[in-house]
């Protein structure tokens, strides 16, 4: 996987410049030394498909078991900002004050949402990215307990696959992201996907 910089024409300096990087394909990272903003691709694209075709979302057994312990709450967009927040506290980060000031934007506008995991009535971990259409752009994630945040993304994606999203975008395949089966796909059969993806309205909801 390559990440690049991408030479879009405006600079990620508003919430609906940020939203029109995403359907061109592209994503902002922060650049911590002046507090600015750039555009990013990647190349191949991470990718979590909904097509059990091609791949199926696979949920290790030992995480199927913590799940239906329910030792975790999950909840939807009840503390946006301490998430990203959360998320943003590690030694290298692309997580500025500029990129926290945008998605904070973009949920009060409805966009940005966040998958909060609670442990004993604590936040323990969580992830947060951007519903856009049919598509959600999975940003970053975090955890404080063991297997919160893998938690969050299972809640995700019963979101998603629920409310019949064409395409579940995370950018680039972590270690927590490969156990769920993710996949990587050239620029090209990405940007189809994205454009189909535009095509339709899918609703962020868990009701």
Same mark, same amino acid.
């Given at each position: ?100 000031? &945008? ?52 809640? &995700? ?51």
């Amino acid at each position: 996987m390559f990440l690049e910089v991408e030479f879009y024409p405006d600079k990620p300096d508003t919430p609906a410049k940020v939203l029109e990087g995403y359907t061109k394909g592209v994503f902002p990272m922060g650049e911590d030394e002046n507090n600015s903003v750039s555009w990013y691709t990647a190349n191949p694209r991470g990718i979590i498909t909904f097509n059990e075709d091609i791949f199926k979302f696979h949920i290790p057994r030992s995480l199927k078991q913590i799940m239906k312990k329910n030792i975790f709450e999950i909840k939807i967009d009840t503390c946006f900002n301490r998430v990203i927040h959360k998320c943003s506290e590690r030694e290298d980060t692309w997580i500025n004050g500029k990129i926290i000031d &945008l998605y904070n934007k973009l949920h009060k506008m409805g966009y940005a949402h966040s998958v909060e995991t609670f442990y004993n009535g604590k936040l323990a971990g969580g992830l947060y990215g951007v519903a856009l259409k049919g598509a959600f752009f999975g940003e970053s994630m975090f955890h404080e307990y063991p297997n919160a945040s893998k938690a969050a993304v299972v809640k &995700l994606f019963e979101i998603l696959y629920k409310n019949v999203f064409l395409l579940f975008d995370i950018q680039m395949i972590t270690s927590v992201f490969e156990i769920f089966n993710a996949i990587y796909i050239p620029r090209k059969v990405y940007l189809k996907l994205l454009e189909s993806a535009m095509q339709v309205q899918c609703k962020f909801s868990d009701t």
